[in-house]
């Protein structure tokens, strides 16, 4: 697993002590709804998760991070790039950040880093990303970071007990020129 550094953040595998990012996500309301965090905010099942995200790299299913906060180290939330879609050339990618940590830039910076590293690895053309329309926050920093939406997929993805529409936003290589 690489360590990608894009200040504010730095990406870096998940260790035993962010234990405590994965508890404070786990009552966030939407956070377990979308994401394997689990519901409780139990230490041993946000040990299981941090194990959990090990395991993708060795799995083919992608790269999960923690994003670290530069200057304390502290995590602060999750982002993955997953190449699920990979032999179609395309990568997708998706993050929490936990409630305290809101509002700093960390989800643009994160965006930026990782979405510029996987532009540059083997195979990958194009990073997709989905955000529920009424996340402001989400889509604006990742408009921030390059992406541009493409559009709504109505009734796209399950979250809890509903389907949820989703507006599609990717990144291409000519997109990088736009700084993060």
Same mark, same amino acid.
């Given at each position: =697993? ?10 870096? &595998? ?14 966030? &309301? ?22 959990? *995200? ?102 796209? *993805? ?9 507006? =599609? ?12």
């Amino acid at each position: =697993m690489p360590v990608i550094t894009h200040l504010p953040i730095v990406l870096r &595998p998940f260790g035993d002590h962010d234990r405590r990012v994965v508890q404070a996500a786990a009552s966030d &309301p939407l956070i377990p709804l979308i994401t394997t965090i689990p519901t409780s905010g139990d230490p041993g099942a946000a040990q299981a998760y941090i194990a959990r *995200q090990h395991g993708r790299l060795t799995s083919g299913e992608g790269y999960s991070f923690a994003i670290a906060d530069a200057v304390t180290g502290g995590a602060v939330g999750q982002i993955g790039l997953w190449l699920r879609d990979l032999d179609q050339g395309r990568a997708s990618t998706g993050y929490w950040v936990a409630g305290q940590f809101r509002r700093r830039g960390y989800v643009t910076a994160a965006l930026a880093a990782i979405s510029r590293w996987g532009l540059s690895l083997d195979g990958i053309h194009r990073i997709d990303l989905y955000v529920e329309p009424w996340n402001e926050g989400s889509w604006r920093a990742a408009e921030r970071a390059g992406y541009r939406r493409e559009g709504l997929l109505r009734s796209w *993805q399950q979250v809890g007990q509903q389907r949820r529409d989703m507006y =599609m936003y990717s990144l291409l290589p000519p997109d990088l020129a736009v700084d993060g």
